[in-house]
């Protein structure tokens, strides 16, 4: 309610994949988890696992329109301006645009990274209270072992996964964006055999470069170019000709609305500080979770069991957690090193706002939300920390239930 220009204008772009969400994801999820929830003991074990399989599917599914959506934010491909708004003319050019091919792998495996952390977290905080037990129970301790391997297993492809979309990512970004790469990288000037920053300090009003240290060559390594354009440069491109992609190109609706956004004095330069140590935190916390869950695979190996203590501790709790917040950064980076667009090159963030809501609605509007989520996330974290802490249910052997009136299938 709070961005009713920005949905008028992209309205005809996001309502087919938004309405193919909601028909084909939502409606698989909500049926299929319904049947999850309500079927247990009723489903065979096979049918009520497929159950959650198709549940699953479904959130697949949906994280493609809402990809994809987001993607067309980032490149606006497929439309056209006609009536005042974007208007779609190829549905296929926003399924197949470039950012969304690289952004949609490398959200999902995101995902994965966080769900083989948090089997390996819970299941290895176990693993330590049972290896502190006198008697250990075999049973749990197989099962929690299994957990935590598979779990830090599922981590680690997911880790080698994400680097190799991320890099793709990289690319496809530098390409379309080229920008945000410049803020991610607080390059100033343009580069050839542009060096990786591993440390920039620039000045606080982050209009220069006060102290680095770099390694040469790696930015157009990770960005596929040989020349990286810096932040100073691309401000006096867009001063020339508007927005413009690395290769000097735009898209159809970025060319319509050259002219149009060249009177408006939009600052094209996104805040560079939280590009640069959004980008890093995501990759950094990435990297951290991988060592630890490559620790944990190590000190379990060959049936070893962990030694109860503050490192491992530190680890169970490390690995939920780490790859969470990487996903937080990696959002922040990519929506924050898109500003100050809405829609790359076409829409500044400003004029994409309500114009009937006034500041002290959006305030109260963010408080309420923040006091209800806050409240929600209390009682979420309250239930799953008792379910965690009750650990595996006990199995009751399985009755063999004798139907006394059945008719005898065979008698001797
Ligand atoms: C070496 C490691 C990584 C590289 C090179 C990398 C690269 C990138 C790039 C370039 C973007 C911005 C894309 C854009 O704005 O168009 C991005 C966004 C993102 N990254 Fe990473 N990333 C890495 C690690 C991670 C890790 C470990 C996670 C989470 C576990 C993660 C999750 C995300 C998410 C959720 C986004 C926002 C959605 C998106 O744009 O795809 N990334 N990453």
């Known amino acids: 309610m709070n961005w009713s220009e920005y949905s008028r204008f992209v309205g005809d772009i996001f309502g087919a994949p938004l309405a193919l969400e ?48 987001n993607s067309w934010m980032q490149n606006p491909v497929g439309a056209t301006y006609n009536n005042g708004r974007a208007e779609l003319v190829d549905f296929g050019a926003v399924l197949t645009n470039p950012i969304f091919l690289a952004q949609w792998p490398h959200t999902v495996i995101g995902a994965f990274m966080v769900a083989g952390s948090f089997i390996a977290g819970v299941a290895g905080w176990h693993l330590a209270k049972q290896a502190k037990k006198a008697t ?31 890099d793709l990512l990289g690319k496809q970004m530098t390409q379309v964006q080229p920008m945000k790469m410049a803020a991610a990288e607080a390059l100033y000037t343009t580069e050839t055999n542009a060096p990786f920053s591993i440390l920039t300090i620039g000045s606080l009003d982050g209009s220069k470069e006060v102290w680095s240290f770099k390694v040469p060559g790696v930015l157009s390594i990770l960005a596929g170019e040989s020349t990286v354009k810096g932040i100073n440069n691309l401000q006096a491109d867009y001063a020339k000709t508007g927005f413009t992609q690395a290769d000097g190109s735009q898209n159809t609706l970025q060319k319509e609305f050259a002219s149009k956004l060249s009177t408006l004095g939009v600052n094209p330069t996104p805040n560079i500080f939280m590009s640069y140590w959004a980008f890093r935190i995501m990759m950094g916390l990435g990297f951290l979770t991988m060592i630890v869950g490559a620790w944990l695979l190590w000190v379990t190996r060959k049936g070893a069991m962990p030694k109860p203590g503050k490192l491992w501790t530190t680890a169970v709790w490390i690995l ?36 009937t809501v006034s500041v002290g609605d959006v305030w109260f509007t963010m408080i309420v939300y923040t006091l209800l989520y806050g409240g929600l996330a209390v009682i979420e974290l ?19 239930i004798v139907d006394e009136d059945a008719p005898l299938s065979f008698a001797y």
């Open 22 to 69: 909601a028909l084909i994801a939502f409606f698989l999820e909500s049926t299929f988890l319904g049947l999850w929830i309500f079927g247990w003991d009723k489903l065979s074990r096979g049918k009520h696992l497929a159950m959650i399989w198709l549940a699953s599917i479904g959130t697949l599914i949906s994280s493609i329109f809402i990809m994809a959506a």
């Open 136 to 166: 250990p129970d075999a049973e749990d301790v197989s099962a929690y072992r299994t957990a935590t391997k598979f779990g830090a297993t599922i981590m680690l492809v997911a880790g080698l996964l994400i680097i190799l979309t991320g």
């Open 320 to 355: 939920p957690l780490a790859p969470l917040f990487a996903n937080s950064f990696g959002w922040i980076f990519t929506e924050m090193g898109r500003q100050p667009w809405i829609v790359a090159g076409v829409m500044p963030t400003s004029f994409a706002v309500s114009p």
């Open 382 to 400: 309250g239930l799953m920390f008792k379910y965690i802490k009750k650990g595996l249910p006990v199995v009751a052997p399985v009755e063999q």
